[in-house]
């Protein structure tokens, strides 16, 4: 049991760039979210899916993009990468039944 | 908008002595409150939790107490050890539907020898 998996772990873009960056879990959750984290600050959501095909916006949603493929992945793109987007990226999964959000180890992302 | 902040953004302790981290919250609907410990380069790791209809949650070296009528929330953590280093932020749901968590801005401890 893997828990919550992210890829890449670290990346770097030049602005303009895109990417997509990988969240998978293997919890059977029904919950899954993206959040942004930059120094001194708490982690903001950007986006959520309460459950396999559907997602919302959260509190810093502006130039991203989310899929939730199926039950098991939330993917997170960035069309055009910007330097204010330089941040570490979190995965998290929830059961539906528990309030309790599981996190995955981060994505390191600098845009130059 | 609401938000969830901490008193103290460094808190150092020594070694074995109780550690209390502080967290002011602003919305009066949130039902649910988490404590998340991040050490340096992983992603946050529950640690305790409490409803609002509870005042205080204990967990194995760790209790929570929820003041409401003050918007305060404070995580105790006995006999500290070097293990305990983090940061530890404080998460609110503030109900409805998606159970979207609000974080405060993290408190560091650190635990001298």
């Known amino acids: 049991n893997a828990g919550v998996t992210q890829t890449p772990k670290f990346q770097v873009l030049k602005t303009g760039q895109s990417m997509t960056l990988q969240c998978a879990q293997d919890?059977?959750?029904?919950?899954m979210y993206w959040y942004r984290q930059d120094p001194g600050m708490g982690l903001r959501l950007i986006y959520y899916?309460?459950?396999?095909?559907?997602?919302d916006k959260g509190e810093v949603p502006n130039g991203y993009n989310v899929s939730r493929l199926n039950k098991r992945e939330f993917s997170l793109r960035l069309e055009s990468a910007a330097p204010s987007q330089t941040s570490v990226y979190f995965c998290?999964?929830?059961?539906?039944?528990?309030?309790?959000?599981?996190f995955g180890p981060g994505t390191r992302l600098t845009v130059t | 908008g609401e938000s969830v902040g901490l008193h103290l953004p460094t808190l150092s302790v020594q070694e074995g002595d109780n550690s209390i981290i502080n967290c002011a919250y602003s919305n009066s609907a949130s039902d649910y409150f988490i404590w998340y410990k991040q050490e340096s380069g992983k992603g946050p790791q529950f640690i305790i939790d409490i409803r609002s209809n509870m005042d205080k949650r204990q967990g194995q070296r760790v209790t929570v107490l929820l003041n409401k009528t003050v918007k305060h929330l404070s995580l105790q953590i006995a006999a500290t050890q070097p293990g305990d280093s983090a940061v530890y932020f404080c998460?609110?749901?503030?109900?409805?539907?998606?159970?979207?968590?609000?974080f405060g801005t993290g408190t560091q401890l650190k635990v001298e020898l």
């Open positions: 998290a999964s929830r059961y539906g039944h528990s309030y309790e959000q599981y």
């Open positions: 998460a609110e749901n503030l109900g409805g539907g998606g159970n979207k968590l609000t």
């Open positions: 899916s309460a459950s396999e095909g559907t997602t």
């Open positions: 919890m059977n959750h029904n919950s």
